[in-house]
């Protein structure tokens, strides 16, 4: 898209949560890559179902979409080989992604065969809670507010004033919400896409 004279992805008016993002599948590991299926006797695959072409994003790599909705939602790259009503195969590099590849995959098969999906796995309810506070921490540091009152608005300001500031636990739990959301910031966020798993 053309606006002011600059090349745009998507729309500017649009806000983050409006926003469709694509990640090259070397940074997502819950991308599946399906290419076309080797022509090896016997072996049985399927057509991938109703993706909506018409959604997706062309890239070097293939063509994006996504496939499903909310916690449903599959990310898949289509390489160029793919052909439409022609067998797929999922391909999973086996490199240290690989069983978070396989949990894409699993995710999409039983998309595509109707079974109940499991959600995403990779942030757990309890992350994505500390994820929304530390982004709250960092707008308030960045408006200048001081870790008392950061604390107030996360915490409850009755809860901070159970005990001592200087000495309290929140205080330094807040001052960890704002350490870590700016290490998210300056690009810790790709973490986010993949398990933490230990080396």
């Known amino acids: 898209m053309l606006d002011g004279g600059c090349n745009f992805?998507?729309?500017?008016?649009?806000?983050a949560t409006e926003t469709t993002v694509f990640w090259a599948p070397e940074a997502d590991p819950g991308t599946v890559i399906l290419t076309a299926?080797?022509?090896?006797?016997d072996l049985q695959s399927v057509a991938p179902p109703d993706l909506d072409r018409e959604t997706g994003r062309n890239s070097a790599d293939g063509l994006s979409i996504i496939h499903g909705h909310g916690a449903s939602a599959v990310r898949v790259l289509l390489t160029d080989d793919v052909a439409p009503d022609h067998p797929v195969a999922a391909l999973v590099p086996l490199g240290a992604d690989g069983l978070d590849?396989?949990?894409a995959v699993t995710r999409l098969w039983r998309a595509f065969n109707n079974?109940?999906?499991?959600?995403?796995?990779r942030l757990t309810a309890q992350q994505r809670r500390r994820l929304r506070h530390m982004l709250q921490a960092v707008d308030g540091r960045m408006d200048w507010a001081s870790y008392r009152q950061i604390a107030d608005a996360i915490y409850g300001s009755s809860r901070v004033a159970e005990g001592?500031?200087?000495t309290s636990a929140l205080r330094d739990s807040t001052i960890d919400l704002v350490k870590d959301g700016f290490a998210l910031i300056a690009g810790g966020y790709r973490k986010l896409l993949r398990h933490r798993r230990r080396p």
């Open 115 to 121: 079974r109940p999906m499991h959600p995403d796995s």
């Open 101 to 103: 590849r396989i949990e």
């Open 9 to 15: 992805e998507v729309p500017p008016t649009l806000n």
């Open 37 to 41: 299926l080797p022509p090896i006797p």
């Open 164 to 166: 001592p500031w200087k």
